[in-house]
């Protein structure tokens, strides 16, 4: 959310994990890109925006954030406020990998210029000049609500709900070695007629689960919408996480679907359960090249209170 404080109008947005599900529907008449995203750690960019009425241009620090430079004159444009001003972006999210943190660097930008120019713009307004920002967006702009979000088109497909499944996730790269993912480069998937029918397969069941509250299908959902999309980008050594997963007693493998990042799902009683599943887990995933980012949960406000650094 933003708040203003004296001139200055201060954004902030949280990242994400990868999704949950991802892939394309007919809807009205035409195939829609679609995604549900999975919860992250919490914040993962804050703004700042001072408003100048001199003409100067907007300026960005650090100046390479050239899209929440872009969200920032669509939003000032969108309220009608001079286009001119200082945007500062902290970000403490890794780029490329699949966290969202350009997105959040996005929503940030707009909130904060929202702020300092006393208004609210509302989830459905900041997504869509978030995708004018950067071309896709992630819907992390709909706080504490699980959705189904056309993220190239910047609309709201299907709420779940406020309900946000509990998990233990373990947190990793699949490969720290490499330079990230440009997910603007990446082609629009162009998807088989059995994998299109298996995506409606998978949202449908998704309402269900959600409507349940029931984990353990989400997290065969997130499983099944991984493989589904080894085609279009494959992750690294991903038959042996699912193996991993299964060794271990994990409910799924949830992944970025654009990124490297991915996340084995654990019941929350079952970690805690057993003092040392973490450390074998994390030993087990350096053996197949990965980098343990560490254990955190999902559920309630999505705070991370579960949250600790890999050894």
Same mark, same amino acid.
């Given at each position: 959310? =933003? +708040?203003?404080?004296?001139?200055?109008?201060?954004?902030?947005?949280?990242?994400?994990?990868?999704?949950?599900?991802?892939?394309?529907?007919? %809807?009205?008449?035409?195939?829609?890109?679609?995604?549900?995203?999975?919860?992250?750690?919490? +914040?993962?960019?804050?703004?700042?925006?001072?408003? %100048?009425?001199?003409? $100067?241009?907007?300026? +960005?620090?650090? *100046?390479?954030?050239?899209?929440?430079? %872009?969200?920032?004159?669509?939003?000032?444009? &969108?309220?009608?406020?001079?286009?001119?001003?200082?945007?500062? @972006?902290?970000?403490? !999210?890794?780029?490329?990998?699949?966290?969202?943190?350009?997105?959040?660097?996005?929503?940030?930008?707009?909130?904060?210029?929202?702020?300092?120019?006393?208004?609210?713009?509302?989830?459905?307004? !900041?997504?869509?000049?978030?995708?004018? *920002?950067?071309?896709?967006?992630?819907? @992390?702009?709909?706080?504490?609500?699980?959705?189904?979000?056309?993220?190239?088109?910047?609309?709201?497909?299907?709420?779940? =709900?406020?309900?946000?499944?509990? &998990?233990?996730?373990?947190?990793?790269?699949?490969? #720290?070695?490499?330079?990230?993912?440009?997910?603007?480069?990446?082609? !629009?998937?162009? &998807?088989?007629?059995?994998?299109?029918?298996?995506?409606?397969?998978?949202? %449908?069941?998704?309402?269900?689960?959600?409507?349940?509250?029931?984990?353990?299908?989400?997290?065969?959902?997130?499983?099944?919408?991984?493989?589904?999309?080894?085609?279009?980008? #494959?992750?690294?050594?991903?038959?042996?996480?699912?193996?991993?997963?299964?060794?271990? /007693?994990?409910?799924?493998?949830?992944?970025?679907?654009?990124?490297?990042?991915? =996340?084995?799902?654990?019941?929350?009683?079952?970690?805690? *359960?057993?003092?040392?599943?973490?450390?074998? !887990?994390? /030993?087990?995933?350096?053996?197949?090249? $990965?980098? #343990?980012?560490?254990?955190?949960?999902?559920?309630?406000?999505?705070? @991370?209170?579960?949250?600790?650094?890999?050894?």
């Amino acid at each position: 959310m =933003g +708040v203003t404080q004296g001139t200055v109008g201060t954004g902030s947005a949280r990242q994400h994990h990868g999704e949950l599900l991802q892939g394309s529907l007919f %809807r009205n008449g035409e195939w829609v890109s679609c995604l549900i995203t999975m919860p992250g750690r919490g +914040v993962g960019s804050t703004a700042r925006f001072w408003p %100048r009425d001199d003409g $100067a241009a907007v300026e +960005v620090v650090p *100046a390479w954030k050239k899209k929440a430079r %872009r969200a920032a004159l669509l939003a000032l444009g &969108y309220i009608g406020a001079p286009l001119s001003g200082k945007l500062e @972006i902290e970000c403490a !999210v890794a780029t490329g990998v699949g966290l969202g943190s350009s997105t959040a660097d996005v929503v940030a930008a707009i909130r904060a210029v929202s702020a300092a120019n006393g208004t609210v713009l509302d989830a459905g307004t !900041v997504a869509r000049l978030a995708v004018a *920002a950067e071309g896709a967006s992630d819907p @992390i702009m709909f706080d504490g609500e699980m959705v189904l979000f056309a993220q190239r088109e910047g609309r709201l497909l299907e709420s779940f =709900g406020s309900w946000i499944p509990p &998990y233990a996730v373990m947190s990793f790269d699949t490969d #720290p070695a490499a330079c990230g993912v440009d997910t603007l480069r990446l082609p !629009v998937p162009a &998807y088989g007629h059995a994998e299109l029918v298996a995506f409606e397969s998978l949202v %449908r069941r998704s309402r269900e689960a959600f409507g349940r509250r029931d984990v353990k299908a989400l997290a065969a959902i997130a499983t099944e919408s991984a493989r589904l999309n080894q085609r279009i980008l #494959p992750l690294r050594n991903f038959e042996s996480l699912c193996r991993v997963a299964e060794e271990f /007693g994990a409910l799924g493998l949830q992944i970025s679907h654009s990124g490297t990042i991915a =996340g084995l799902l654990f019941d929350v009683g079952f970690v805690r *359960a057993d003092a040392g599943l973490e450390a074998e !887990v994390m /030993g087990r995933l350096r053996s197949l090249g $990965a980098r #343990p980012l560490g254990l955190f949960r999902t559920g309630g406000d999505l705070a @991370i209170d579960g949250t600790r650094p890999a050894p």
